[in-house]
């Protein structure tokens, strides 16, 4: 009986407003004052933002950048076998591949991988080798109408499956060395003997 209780008004009045005091208070209590714990909540969230667009922007970057083509075989002007650069739009000739000049962009046509051990450091479709098979000569210089491997075997032997001369070139017996069975047409009638008979001074036409 000496117990107190508050009166039943009294007691509700009362407990309304504690209700409402412990309330506000409760929101806070797990982690201290009202003011810290919104900072401390304003700080993880600006981690945690901070955190989600650092991996945002690091797969965007990964995303971006250029990644090496599976297959480099590409067309270069002039029908030429090509090496593709990394941007995927650069085809340079394959005798441009390890000649010392970068030619793509990032120079990865000149890389230590690609030049190390020539020519097996190579693409098997940049290399043509000559009926020698110790002597090899780029893709683009088979067909070409210029005599590379030195025995004529990347131009009119069957190893080399060339088609007929082209029309800039006119058919004859060379009778310099750097031509196989072609020779350029604009050395016709230039008053200088090309051909062994003579043709491209007395019949071929420019
Ligand atoms: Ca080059
Ligand atoms: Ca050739």
Redesign the pocket.
């Known amino acids: 009986m000496n117990k107190t209780h508050p009166q039943r008004n009294g007691d509700v009045t009362t407990f309304a407003s504690t209700e409402s005091f412990s309330g506000e208070r409760g929101r806070c209590h797990p982690c201290g004052a009202r003011t810290g714990c919104t900072q401390r909540h304003l700080c993880i969230s600006a981690v945690v933002l901070l955190v989600l667009g650092a991996a945002l922007a690091s797969g965007l970057a990964l995303a971006l950048l250029p990644r090496a083509p599976a297959n480099r075989f590409c067309t270069a002007p002039n029908n030429r076998t090509g090496f593709l650069c990394d941007d995927r739009v650069t085809c340079?000739p394959a005798s441009?591949?390890?000649?010392?000049?970068?030619?793509?962009r990032n120079g990865e046509?000149?890389q230590e991988q690609l030049c190390g051990d020539l020519p097996h450091s190579l693409p098997g479709f940049l290399v043509f080798y000559c009926s020698d098979r110790r002597s090899w000569v780029y893709a683009d210089q088979r067909c070409n109408g210029m005599n590379d491997c030195g025995d004529c075997s990347d131009e009119t032997w069957s190893l080399a499956a060339c088609p007929p001369c082209g029309q800039d070139w006119w058919s004859c017996s060379p009778v310099h060395f750097q031509f196989c069975s072609c020779v350029p047409r604009r050395l016709c009638r230039d008053g200088v003997q090309h051909c062994l008979g003579w043709s491209d001074e007395f019949v071929c036409t420019a």
Do not use: P
């Open positions: 340079v441009w591949v390890c000649d010392s000049i970068s030619n793509c046509d000149e």
